[in-house]
Each structure stands twice: as structure tokens, then as C-alpha cells.
């Protein structure tokens, strides 16, 4: 059996996960947290509790997705961090039974389109077949025509040669 218990307010945040399982089932539910706390980030932020999104650890970003998309986000327990309430509240929470939420989740994650960065949807189309021919037809030629006109931008300014080119341009145009 899992838990995990999370807590926020003016101490800051923090989470623990209290498991009756062995330390070995435990590990593996932190690290599979952690790799769907990554692959939060592939989906369409508008899909995700912003929240969540803002947290840099993955694996607390997987905790903060169950904590906003799986249940009624209500503190368990409310605790005056100093005297009087002078320096802050604590608040204190529970997810009860994260394993089985988690899946459910991924479930709900999985009817999401993915957002593909921009980057790799142009490599994905230079690799296909209209892409390699459309990337040699234009890409070999532009490339050809820029190294041109850099090298005679440079002999240009190179006044003897700039004659030579006027001279050689002139003969040209009065053959015709």
C-alpha cells in the first residue's frame, strides 16, 4: 500500500511517500513517477495543471499532476506554523492510493495529443521521401547561388578585378 503526503504553506513544500511494500516497489514507483513526470512535458500545456507544469522535478511534477487532476485538492490537516499565526499556515495532504491513481491518470494522459517542438517535425520531413527530394532540389542549389554571389561580392570589391568584370560583362553584352 502507498501514500504519498504532501504538505505546503509557509514552510515551503514537500513530499514523502510512506509505502507498506518492500524498498525495492518503492524505488520503482519514484522512478516511473519520474519518467511520467518527463513525459508531462510533451503534452499540451493546456492538458496539464499549470502547477504542475512549473515544477523543475519531475517527479514531484508527476505528484502535483495527481494532486490536481485526481483529487479535490482539500488539506487534510491545517497547522499555525508559529504563535499566534504570526509566521504562516502549514497545510497538510494526502493522496491515498497514488499507484492506482497514477495509472488512471496516465490513462486520461494518453487520449492527449502530443506537441511535437517544431525542430523535430523538420527532421522528421527532411527524412521522408518528399522531403529529401524538395531539401536536394532546393537546398543544393540556394546553397550554390549564396556561395556565388559571396565570391563575386568579395572580388568586386577588389578594384582591378571590378574592372576586369566590367570589361568582360561589356564585351559580352555587345556580341549580342
Sequence with gaps: M???DYQWGSAGEHWSVLATASS????????????AGDLLLT????????EALAEPKAKYRWYLAIWHHMTSKVPDHKAFAG??????????????????????????FSTVRVVE???????R???????????????????????????AGVLAAIP??????????????SRF
Excluded: M, Y
Excluded at 524538395?134 to 559571396?150: A, C, D, M, T
Design 2 to 4: 502507498f501514500r504519498l
Design 43 to 50: 503534452l499540451h500545456a493546456s492538458a496539464v495543471a499549470p
Design 160 to 173: 582591378p578585378i571590378r574592372h576586369a568584370i566590367a570589361s568582360l560583362v561589356g564585351w559580352i553584352i
Design 125 to 151: 520531413f527532411k527524412q521522408s521521401p518528399v522531403g529529401k527530394f524538395l531539401w536536394w532540389f532546393g537546398e543544393e542549389p540556394l546553397r550554390k547561388l549564396l556561395g556565388s554571389l559571396v565570391v
Design 117 to 123: 517542438p517544431p525542430a523535430t517535425r523538420l527532421v
Design 83 to 108: 504563535p499566534d499565526d504570526r509566521i504562516g499556515t502549514v497545510f497538510t495532504g494526502r493522496i491515498r492510493e497514488p499507484v492506482e491513481l497514477s495509472a488512471t491518470l496516465c490513462l486520461q
Design 24 to 35: 525495492a516497489a518503492k524505488a520503482e514507483f519514484e522512478t516511473l513517477c519520474t519518467i
